[in-house]
C-alpha cells in the first residue's frame, strides 16, 4: 500500500484525495461489504469496478451494484439527484436497474454519512462497447431502438419534488450559467477555430427565449457511451443507467452527449434514434443542437472523430455535426 494512502473514509480531506481514491477497488471493496452486510444482503465472493465513474461504483458477483457518494466532487447533488430520479421513474417498464436498498456507512455521526444505493447489476454490453463489435444493421436497429427508449422516458410525468418538478428553474439556470461560461471553456479545450469562436456569443439566443413555449420533460443529461446498455443477440436495450445529470428540462439537450459521445458524432446512428424517438426534425433542427451543444455542461466534443479546428463558419458546423 502507497505511503500516505488513506486507510478509511474520515481520512477522505479534499477533492483530490477523492480524486485518487474514487476507482481503486482495494480501498472501496471493505466499504462495499460493510454496505452490504448492514443491509443483511448476501456476502458477496468478488468485486469488481467496472470503469470510471465520478461516484464509487462496484459490482459484485451477486447481481447487485453498490454506488456510493461522498461529501467531495458533488456527491451530496448526486444522491439527492439519483434518488429523485428512481422514484420518478419506477413504475414506469424503463430498463433501469431495480433501486434493491439505500443506507448509509456512517449514520447518526457528525460527519458526513456516506449514503450508498444498491441496484440491481445491469445486463448487456456498453454501448460503447456495442460500437466496437456490432455490424451496421445492428448498431442502426438498436439506435431506433434506443429511439423508442428515450420517447418513454420524455413521457414520464415531472413528478419529482426538486430538479423533477414541473415548475423547477434549475434547467434553465445551468443554461444560463453555461451561456456565460462557454466561450472560455472552448478556448480552453481547443476544438474549435479561435474564428468560429468570436461568432459564438451572437449564436447563442437568451435562455428564456430558447426554451420558451417547450414544455419540460425529464431530461437524461448525461447519455455516454457507458450509461446505455445493450444484448447483442436479442438486439434490445438492456440498461439505463446513472441519473446525477437529471432535470426537467428540454429534449434536445440530453441529445447532445447520445450523438455527440455515445453515436461519436454519426448521423445516420442519431437519424435512426430521432426515427425511433417519433421526433420531427424541424427547420433549423442544425443550428438549434449546435446551440445545445455549445451550453451543454460537459465536454461534448471530446469524442467527435474529426478534426474541427478548420471549420470557420458557425452554419458549416451545424450541418457538419447535426444536419440530419
Known sequence: MPENRPTDLGEITSDDIYAKLRNDLDFWEPQVRRALDS????????????????????????????????????????????????????????????????????????AWPWPFLVMEATSGITWREAMQALDRPRLLTLARRFGAVLRQVHEVPLTGTAALRPESDVFAELLRERREATLEDHREWGYLSPRLLADVPDFLPEVDTLLAGRKPVLVHGDLHGTNLFVDPAAERITGLIDFTDVYAGDPRYGLVQLHLNAFRADKELL???????????????????????????????????????????????????WGV
Open 39 to 110: 443491509l443483511g444482503l448476501a456476502a458477496p465472493g468478488t468485486l469488481r469496478i467496472p470503469g470510471e465513474s465520478t461516484n464509487p461504483v462496484v459490482l459484485t458477483d451477486t447481481g447487485l451494484a453498490v454506488k456510493l457518494y461522498g461529501e467531495h466532487w458533488c456527491g451530496p447533488e448526486n444522491h439527492a439527484a439519483e434518488l429523485e430520479a428512481y422514484e420518478v421513474l419506477a413504475g414506469h417498464g424503463l430498463p433501469i436497474p431495480r433501486l434493491v436498498a439505500r443506507g448509509e456507512l456512517s449514520p447518526g455521526t457528525d
Open 271 to 321: 437519424a435512426a434514434a430521432l426515427e425511433g424517438a417519433g421526433w420531427e426534425v424541424p427547420p433549423g433542427f442544425a443550428e438549434e443542437m449546435l446551440q445545445f451543444t455549445f451550453l451543454h455542461d460537459f465536454d461534448v466534443l471530446e469524442e467527435v472523430p474529426a478534426d474541427l479546428t478548420g471549420v470557420e463558419d458557425i452554419g458549416e458546423l451545424a450541418r457538419l455535426l
